[in-house]
């Protein structure tokens, strides 16, 4: 056994040792406790520590939920900080072109200035409809097919990460959370009319299909013009689509892959451009609106508010990622082409040049811009003496072709007794008779016989009609146009107010054609021709683009001018002769003498 000894016999010795022992215990007791509060201290004041969060998240200063402290992690029960902001604020964000102000109540936009244009009323051009987006939701909110979460995020106060103004390039993230459901949206902005946004939404640590949304349209909503052009553009898998808004269904979905997608009015357009084309998905959203009170009606001055109920379209999109994670680009700007050319897709052989669509004879219309454009840059600095001088530069490139219509012309003239005796001698057979093929081969053979082209006389004016029907079609869709003055005009693009130039358009249109000959046309025809034409050039220009009056007219003076010295040239003057000879003989040869000819 052992030997028990007597604590007394063991001197200072043995209480040293315990001493000792004591102190190395007491050291490692406060170490561990130590060590424990340094790596989680939750665990030493527990009720303390829990109630904490949800009283200091509501500071503007609170961190978003991914820098949160992790004290979730130590009760996998316990839920997620509360992260919501205390009163509304807002963010602006400044660059050469635009102003955008930010409100944290939905982490949205509440005013999208472009500072290089302006409104019907000479104002800064906001492209946030404030009528539509109070009703419907505001660029930039969050879409999710739960109308009632969409409402909630939408009506959310969140926490922004800086408040005040802020010049790009910048970034400006907004956090929210209650407990459940966290969002964080991030954008980023340069010195271009692109910004990058950033969204995550999830609810209980699950992802939430939230997407980005552009639902109240844009654009100068003054006039109704703006509202007949709505459309939504998009282009997928290379191909691109321009949806009227008759053919947008509120409300359905479309599958990636998505190059980009957007709405857009003649001029503006607001698209987004995903980061995951193949993962994207777009809603197309479709409303209605009375907008009678905010409404101008087209006519002299600013306009008059309409009356009555003025129903019209609004259109929208939004865009998200089906893993719940969305990252896009979005470009709110200008349809100009010198801009969008220069905008890629995440497929850089793409970009948003298509948006501008030119109409029918799109591929002509293009290049009469490209061309007025360079005019406008180089010669003049106004749209319209550009027009006026495009114009002079397409009739003097037309000239060689006009003479050579008139020398077919005189040619026709020429033969025009022996095509009428051919004429006359099957006038006895009927139109479906076979017979008529003879005559017909004929007339064919004595036309090559004196080189006659019977299109020769067509050239002109099958060069001219897709010229002006590009004209037609590019002016209306072209924002550098848009509020351009000339004169009297305000706006080449649209309609003049005092009607001067259709005017102009029906008296020149009716010169031309009592100037220009037609040989082998009936007399007849040729007159209602010369009245047909007028009215018809006048109706269209009546309340359309003035840009467009204003090419067919000055086009049409040049004719005028060019035909008036041609008709005093020695082939004017012979084809005048022949013309009158050939009506002194119709008028003044009695039916009986017919037959002796």
């Known amino acids: 056994m052992a030997e028990f000894k007597n604590p007394g016999q063991q001197g200072g010795q043995d ?7 004591a102190l190395v215990m007491i050291t490692v007791f406060f170490g561990l406790q130590f060590y424990r509060s340094k790596k989680n201290p939750q665990t030493a004041l527990p009720s303390s520590t829990q109630s904490a969060p949800a009283s200091t998240t509501n500071q503007a200063s609170a961190p978003p939920p991914s820098a949160a402290p992790a004290a979730g992690a130590a009760v996998a029960s316990q839920a997620v900080p509360v992260v919501k902001g205390t009163a509304e604020s807002t963010t602006v964000v400044e660059n050469e072109l635009y102003r955008i102000e930010f409100s944290n109540r939905g982490a949205q936009v509440v005013n999208w200035q472009l500072k290089r244009f302006t409104d019907s009323d000479g104002k800064p051009l906001n492209l946030v409809h404030t009528q539509a987006a109070q009703q419907l939701g505001y660029p930039l909110s969050l879409y999710t097919y739960d109308a009632t979460l969409t409402t909630a995020l939408r009506q959310a106060l969140y926490v922004p990460s800086a408040t005040g103004s802020l010049a790009a390039p910048a970034s400006l993230t907004f956090t929210f959370s209650d407990g459940a459901t966290q969002v964080t949206k991030t954008f980023s902005f340069d010195e271009t009319y692109v910004l990058k946004v950033d969204v995550q939404v999830t609810r209980n640590g699950a992802p939430v299909r939230a997407l980005l949304s552009w639902p109240g349209g844009f654009g100068d909503q003054n006039n109704a013009e703006a509202y007949n052009g709505a459309q939504i553009d998009l282009m997928r898998d290379a191909k691109v689509d321009h949806l009227a808004f008759k053919k947008v269904a509120g409300g359905d979905t479309l599958n990636g892959p998505i190059d980009w997608a957007g709405a857009s009015d003649p001029y503006f357009a607001a698209v987004f451009l995903p980061e995951s084309p193949n993962s994207a998905t777009v809603v197309t959203l479709h409303n209605e609106l009375d907008v009678a009170k905010t409404i101008r009606r087209t006519g002299l001055g600013s306009g008059s508010p309409a009356k009555g109920s003025v129903m019209v379209p609004i259109l929208g999109t939004a865009l998200g990622d089906v893993s719940g994670h969305t990252v896009t680009r979005i470009y709110a700007g200008p349809k100009a082409v010198s801009v969008l050319k220069a905008i890629h897709a995440t497929n850089t052989d793409v970009t948003l040049e298509p948006l501008v669509e030119f109409g029918f004879f799109g591929y002509i219309g293009k290049y009469l811009f490209l061309a007025l ?11 319209g003496w550009s027009i ?3 114009t002079v530069l397409i009739n003097l490139l037309i000239l060689p072709l006009r003479v050579k219509t008139m020398q077919s012309g005189l040619k026709m003239q020429r033969i025009q007794p022996q095509m009428d005796a051919i004429k006359e001698k099957y006038k006895k057979y009927k139109v479906t008779d076979p017979k008529r093929n003879e005559m017909n081969a004929e007339i064919v053979k004595l036309q090559k016989d004196n080189g006659v082209n019977m299109f020769g006389g067509c050239i002109p004016t099958l060069i ?3 010229l002006l029907f590009a004209f037609f079609g590019m002016l209306p869709k072209v924002v550098e146009l848009r509020h351009a003055h000339w004169f009297w005009l305000p706006d080449l693009t649209a309609a003049d107010p005092y009607h001067i130039l259709p005017i102009v358009m029906v008296i020149s249109q009716f010169l031309v054609q009592f100037y220009t000959p037609s040989p082998g046309v009936d007399p007849q ?6 009245f047909m034409m007028p009215a018809f050039s006048g109706y269209m220009t009546w309340n359309y683009a003035s840009g467009l009056a204003l090419y067919w007219s000055v086009g049409n003076l040049i004719g005028i001018i060019q035909q008036a010295v041609m008709n005093r040239t020695s082939l004017g003057r012979e084809m005048r002769e022949i013309a009158a000879k050939r009506a002194r003989r119709k008028a003044g040869t009695p039916p009986t003498l017919q037959g002796r000819r």
């Open 525 to 530: 025809q040729q007159k209602m021709m010369a």
């Open 15 to 21: 209480n040293k040792s315990l001493l000792v022992m």
């Open 464 to 466: 001219q009609l897709p």
């Open 388 to 390: 006026v001088i495009l």
């Open 373 to 383: 454009q360079f005019i406008h840059a180089h010669i003049a600095p106004n749209w």
